[in-house]
């Protein structure tokens, strides 16, 4: 399991040439033709970036093993084996079958292949990497489903979201535990989609009032699980956070026309409050946080640790690696204010004021007297 220890953990960090192109690999829980790719797009473009891109292979309602035998009579979209191959995507998204406990168990879909979804996760990644050595890859944690026969279907399901979770951690983690320091995160749908419904059942959601309403009304009663139209827009909102290290809040609502058919869109208010409980579930949940960040220039790893933790009234931000002299270091929050900026740095070690930083993440940028630039992000809990 990722742990973060205290307040602040040690990163290491990856700077590469970041393409953000995207390639999902999965099922309906991304919508039909991909709506979640096309609307990350839209958001991406609001938010002034030009690098993202993306591709996708869907097979409706299936396991990983199955996207990764069928990979060449897909659905929709192209062939995975084909489009990884490439080495054009530096960030792969795959769709588990719900609920995982059957797959990961045995499930009636997948009993024909031979192979793990531990196993299948693992051959993307091996077929990710062998191409471009800077993917990262990711789950995309689906909510499960509701039974609305049941006498209690909230109850239910917000205590098998809570019973899958330790499984979605499980898949992500085997992948390091076969390869050391490997590593897959978690797109955090799920949460983001209980936050909305928690929402609307405390009265705060804008223009909802009936949290079944979130859900596609022609899904059959004991298997509700598919979004509307309007409500994939936070599942956009999670992935784009999640993608880009980002708040999207105060980008557009109108992501749909790129979808391929009309529909209408969240109001602002509502796609504000999604975008809102998008970043806060992003950015609180471990397994959605880059331990590798992408950015551009050359390739440099550095060893970089904030103590002590938990963080008082003083921390030291201290570079294992390397010796920096006449550097200048910035700290932003998720909206890109200027919080702090400390110039003239020399050494292998920095003494800071907490300044009273609200918990929260928050943004570093440092730059060394070769002009080298240096990106990274740390947790105030």
């Given amino acids: 399991m990722r ?20 390639y999902y690999i999965g099922h309906s829980g991304f919508g039909w033709d991909l709506i979640v790719g096309e609307m990350v797009n839209d958001l991406a473009a609001d938010a002034g970036i030009t690098t993202y891109d993306y591709g996708f292979q869907f097979i409706g309602g299936t396991c990983i093993a199955n996207q990764w035998f069928s990979h060449g009579n897909p659905q929709g979209g192209t062939d995975s084996h084909v489009e990884l191959a490439t080495g054009e995507y530096d960030i792969v998204v795959i769709a588990e079958q719900i609920p995982i406990e059957e797959v990961l168990l045995g499930s009636q879909f997948c009993n024909e ?40 279907p909230y109850e239910d399901w917000i205590a098998l979201n809570a019973e899958m979770r330790p499984l979605w951690e499980k898949l992500a983690d085997s992948v390091s535990e076969v390869n050391a320091g490997r590593s897959v995160l978690i797109v955090p749908v799920a949460a983001a989609y209980q936050a909305m419904v928690d929402s609307i059942r405390a009265g705060v959601f804008p223009g909802i ?88 220039g050359q390739e440099h790893r550095r060893n970089i640790s904030i103590y002590p933790n938990p963080v008082e009234d003083e921390f030291t931000l201290r570079f294992e690696s390397g010796n920096f002299e006449n550097a200048t270091l910035k700290i932003y929050d998720p909206s890109g204010n200027l919080l702090m900026m400390q110039a003239e740095i020399n050494g292998i070690q920095l003494k800071l004021n907490k300044n009273n930083l609200a918990s929260g993440v928050y943004f570093f940028d440092l730059t060394n007297k070769n002009t080298e630039q240096f990106k990274g992000r740390f947790i105030v809990r």
């Fill in 3 to 22: 742990i973060v220890i205290g307040v602040l953990f040690t990163l290491n960090f990856l700077f590469l040439n970041a393409q953000h192109n995207t």
């Fill in 113 to 152: 292949n031979v192979i793990t979804s531990y196993q299948s996760l693992d051959n993307f990644f091996d077929l990710a990497h062998g191409a471009n050595s800077s993917t990262q890859l990711y789950l995309m944690e689906f909510h499960n489903e509701v039974n609305l026969t049941s006498a209690t």
């Fill in 209 to 296: 009032t009936d949290w079944l309403d979130i859900f596609d009304p022609n899904d059959i009663p004991e298997a509700t699980i598919h979004p509307t139209e309007m409500t994939y827009y936070l599942s956009a909102c999670v992935h784009y956070a999640t993608i880009f290290e980002q708040s999207p809040v105060g980008l557009t609502n109108e992501t749909i026309a790129a979808a391929g058919w009309p529909f209408e869109a969240p109001t602002e208010a509502q796609a504000t409050m999604m975008q809102e409980i998008a970043w806060s579930v992003v950015s609180n949940d471990d397994y959605a946080i880059r331990e590798i960040v992408l950015g551009s």
